[in-house]
T-cell receptor
Framework: DGGITQSPKYLFRKEGQNVTLSCEQN?????MYWYRQDPGQGLRLIYY???????QKGDIAEGYSVSREKKESFPLTVTSAQKNPTAFYLC?????????????FGPGTRLLVL | KQEVTQIPAALSVPEGENLVLNCSFT??????LQWFRQDPGKGLTSLLL?????REQTSGRLNASLDKSSGRSTLYIAASQPGDSATYLC???????????FGKGTKLSVKP
């Protein structure tokens, strides 16, 4: 049963704390992406990765970090430098990064600040 | 800078009605355009992808058209059902790397 999984479904962050959101895919896709969605807003790209051990900043990378040590995993860390982290975070993947391919999305993680 | 706009922001229709959702973009130099569906608190599901060389794509009761020169796309839903209730997002592909730029979505409610 192929797909993208994200965990946890809900995550709570305290002031000054770093938290990591998990994204795993078993679709054998090369490219992976992280988006942030705020209420009533479209998705905004945080980071993307075309291949293992390579990643690029998107439009709103400040306060976030990623790693891509394995093809199937692309974790996102929300650091204490991100002053407004409350949002819905979506991970996606595609066969390869290119203009012909659609992206497949995970179920999302909702991050809340305590 | 590419901007994607979706009108209306919300739409409520009775079951069985045919409806049209609109998407416009400011830069006609796109590679493709995609329509997605998002249920509350869930991820996105791809509905249709239209390549820049195509004029329309169809899947079941859904038909999407693309007019690059005018910077517009429409998503036509025939014989709407309550199960169609969701937010519909339009996205265009930016540059050769395939990164997407999204509109804010149209929230559709189909009343039984």
């Amino acid at each position: 049963d192929g797909g993208i999984t994200q965990s946890p479904k809900y995550l709570f962050r305290k002031e000054g704390q770093n938290v990591t959101l998990s994204c795993e895919q078993n679709l054998n896709h090369d490219a992976m992406y992280w988006y942030r969605q705020d209420p009533g807003q479209g998705l905004r790209l945080i980071y993307y990765s075309q291949i293992v051990n390579d990643f690029q900043k998107g439009d709103i990378a400040e306060g976030y970090s990623v790693s891509r040590e394995k093809k199937e995993s692309f974790p996102l860390t929300v650091t204490s430098a991100q002053k407004n982290p409350t949002a819905f975070y979506l991970c996606a993947s595609s066969i390869e990064q290119g203009i012909q391919e659609t992206q497949y999305f995970g179920p999302g993680t909702r991050l809340l600040v305590l | 800078k590419q901007e994607v706009t979706q009108i209306p922001a919300a739409l409520s229709v009775p079951e069985g009605e045919n409806l049209v959702l609109n998407c416009s973009f400011t830069d006609s130099a796109i590679y493709n355009l995609q329509w997605f569906r998002q249920d509350p608190g869930k991820g996105l599901t791809s509905l249709l992808l239209i390549q820049s060389s195509q004029r329309e794509q169809t899947s079941g009761r859904l038909n999407a058209s693309l007019d690059k020169s005018s910077g517009r796309s429409t998503l036509y839903i025939a014989a709407s059902q309550p199960g169609d209730s969701a937010t519909y997002l339009c996205a265009v592909t930016r540059g050769s790397q395939g990164n997407l730029i999204f509109g804010k979505g149209t929230k559709l409610s189909v009343k039984p």
